[in-house]
């Protein structure tokens, strides 16, 4: 992305101080500090209004995963972080994984998920129930906690364990940064989820409400993330893992991709030492993989799904 990753956000400043007080400016600033928290308020009325409705849910999941898009592009026209051009080749491989995504990996996660569910059942009731101890708020809370500290590390795994790293890749082989960037995924990731979060909600005795919340909030937060827009969000960046503070994930400086794991969260990151503050470091100019691995496809979705499963990529050249 180097040639084509020009910041935008001193363009901005220097444009809005130089015309003075204009519309244009004010929309601008609007989005940037006030944007997400009112495209959050938006979102949690029309999920409580989709679940009022009994939707269920992967309709539900399924019609904000769509209404998400059109919001997530209205950021990225007005406040662009990067300016970016997009080849043909990407433009299709990005709908692919959309939709490899939204049918093939939906299915499979919805698939365990049930099995889960079933499984439980047959186990017995959980063995604490947190919902019959505590307000469900505060529950609820705890839960979303537990969650995030087991996405947190299935993540680090993804990137410390050389055979789940096969798969990850094909999450950070994309040197763009916009909304899309998070259909990328190996279902390998999916599958880690199950054990590292969901396993132990249900040991704490969540409920299905609060996992169509969960699913509905990890929906926002992962558009969010990989958002290419000037966020200016202040002491959130201390809280969520939204684009100022993920994009260093995904850059090709290792002391950068080697931080910043959080799911929703970026907590969990502040408490382990794997921050990678916004106001300490430059942004990266450069996004993709830290160290390249010769000959594996930067384009073509499906033969990246496949690649773990391809010693070519993983052989270790024979010295001399």
């Keep these: 992305?180097?040639?084509?990753?020009?910041?935008?956000?001193?363009?901005?400043?220097?444009?809005?101080?130089?015309?003075?007080?204009?519309?244009?400016?004010?929309?601008?600033?609007?989005?940037?500090?006030?944007?997400?928290?009112?495209?959050?308020?938006?979102?949690?009325?029309?999920?409580?209004?989709?679940?009022?409705?009994?939707w269920g849910l992967f309709v539900t999941i399924s019609a904000f995963y769509l209404f998400m898009i059109p919001i997530c592009m209205y950021f990225e026209k007005f406040i662009p972080f990067y300016h970016q051009t997009f080849t043909k080749e990407e433009i299709v491989d990005d709908i692919t994984a959309f939709l490899f995504e939204r049918t093939a990996t939906t299915g499979m996660r919805a698939g365990l998920f049930a099995l889960t569910i079933y499984l439980f059942t047959l186990i017995g009731p959980p063995p604490i129930t947190l919902l019959e101890h505590l307000p469900v708020w505060l529950a609820y809370i705890v839960f979303f906690l537990v969650a995030d500290f087991g996405a947190y590390w299935e993540h680090r795994l993804l990137h410390t364990n050389r055979f789940l790293w096969k798969g990850h890749i094909t999450h950070h082989i994309v040197n763009k940064n916009y909304f899309l960037n998070e259909y990328h995924r190996h279902p390998f990731g999916y599958l880690l989820y199950l054990p590292f979060a969901i396993i132990p909600l249900w040991l704490l005795g969540a409920d299905e409400t609060f996992f169509l919340h969960l699913a509905l909030f990890i929906v926002f937060c992962?558009?969010?993330?990989?958002?290419?827009?000037?966020?200016?969000?202040?002491?959130?960046?201390?809280?969520?893992?939204?684009?100022?503070?993920?994009?260093?994930?995904?850059?090709?400086?290792?002391s950068h991709a080697d931080g910043n794991f959080g799911h929703n969260l970026i907590i969990y990151d502040?408490?382990?030492?794997?921050?990678?503050?916004?106001?300490?470091?430059?942004?990266?100019?450069?996004?993709?993989l830290y160290s390249e691995v010769p000959g594996y496809p930067k384009i073509g979705f499906f033969r990246q799904i496949l690649a773990p499963f391809n010693n070519k990529y993983w052989r270790k050249k024979k010295k001399g």
């Excluded at 040639?3 to 004010?26: C, M, Q, V, W, Y």
């Excluded at 928290?37 to 409580?48: E, I």
């Excluded at 502040?270 to 993709?288: A, C, N, Q, R, W």
């Design 270 to 288: 502040i408490l382990f030492g794997t921050y990678i503050d916004p106001k300490k470091h430059s942004y990266p100019v450069e996004m993709g």
């Design 1 to 54: 992305m180097s040639s084509e990753a020009i910041f935008t956000k001193s363009r901005f400043d220097e444009e809005d101080n130089a015309r003075g007080f204009s519309p244009a400016a004010l929309h601008r600033k609007f989005l940037m500090y006030l944007g997400v928290p009112a495209a959050f308020a938006v979102y949690f009325v029309l999920c409580q209004w989709a679940m009022d409705q009994g």
């Design 222 to 254: 992962n558009y969010f993330q990989h958002l290419n827009a000037d966020l200016r969000l202040g002491p959130l960046n201390y809280i969520f893992s939204f684009s100022p503070v993920h994009k260093f994930h995904h850059s090709t400086d290792r």
